[in-house]
T-cell receptor, first 109, second 117 residues
Framework: DAKTTQPPSMDCAEGRAANLPCNHS???????VYWYRQIHSQGPQYIIH???NNETNEMASLIITEDRKSSTLILPHATLRDTAVYYC??????????FGKGTRLHILP | EADIYQTPRYLVIGTGKKITLECSQT?????MYWYQQDPGMELHLIHY???????EKGDLSSESTVSRIRTEHFPLTLESARPSHTSQYLC????????????????FGEGSRLTVL
């Protein structure tokens, strides 16, 4: 079973920031938080990952709470091309990688 | 850009036939995975491998089998296809270890869409 809980769907207006929450209350100290997204039926695309600190790259920002029990993926200026299913995963290096149901993000024009 | 390839992309086949879905990667990754996904549904891990001669079953029980004789190849075989095997099969690989310069991210192929009549 997936170790994370995400809302099944969210809407966001185009041009606004999309904030996608993820609960991982049972995360252990050596587990990383990864985010992927899947557009239509293509293979999921890596977005960002982190362990304890907040992270930012050209695609998104990842905010991890101090207790590491939850995180938020932020897409700063959502576009229609960001419409996808977003998956939050926790894993250690030699884990099998389980995706869960993810959040279906709709960007509204 | 990911260098992981799946063939065939689409396959329509009759019940009882043996099929092999090919997956190859040129990145030298030790870890490889097979996922099964029905339209609009979640990804299910069916097989994974940590390197040559290593294969493990995933969380979703599958009648398929896999082999890992070479690092770059991770083929999936169905000995006798049935309509219940109709689905999309996605292959992925990841680098290891995933600290330092490695992100540990998964790289996916474009998928093989199987239809069994």
């Amino acid at each position: 079973d997936a170790k994370t809980t995400q809302p099944p769907s969210m809407d966001c207006a185009e041009g606004r920031a999309a904030n996608l929450p993820c609960n991982h209350s049972t995360i252990s100290g050596n587990e990383y938080v990864y985010w992927y997204r899947q557009i239509h039926s293509q293979g999921p695309q890596y977005i960002i990952h982190g362990l304890k600190n907040n992270e930012t790259n050209e695609m998104a920002s990842l905010i991890i709470t101090e207790d590491r029990k939850s995180s938020t993926l932020i897409l700063p200026h959502a576009t229609l091309r960001d419409t996808a299913v977003y998956y939050c995963i926790v894993r250690v290096e030699d884990d099998k990688i389980i995706f869960g149901k993810g959040t279906r993000l709709h960007i509204l024009p | 850009e990911a260098d992981i390839y799946q063939t065939p992309r689409y396959l329509v086949i009759g019940t009882g036939k043996k099929i092999t879905l090919e997956c190859s990667q040129t990145m030298g990754h030790d870890k490889m995975y097979w996922y099964q996904q029905d339209p609009g549904m979640e990804l299910h891990l069916i097989h994974y491998s940590y390197g040559v001669n290593s294969t493990e079953k995933g969380d979703l029980s599958s009648e398929s089998t896999v082999s890992r004789i070479r690092t770059e190849h991770f083929p999936l075989t169905l000995e006798s296809a049935r309509p219940s095997h109709t689905s999309q099969y996605l292959c992925a690989s990841s680098e290891s270890p995933f600290w330092g310069a490695n992100t540990g991210e998964l790289f996916f192929g474009e998928g093989s869409r199987l239809t069994v009549l």
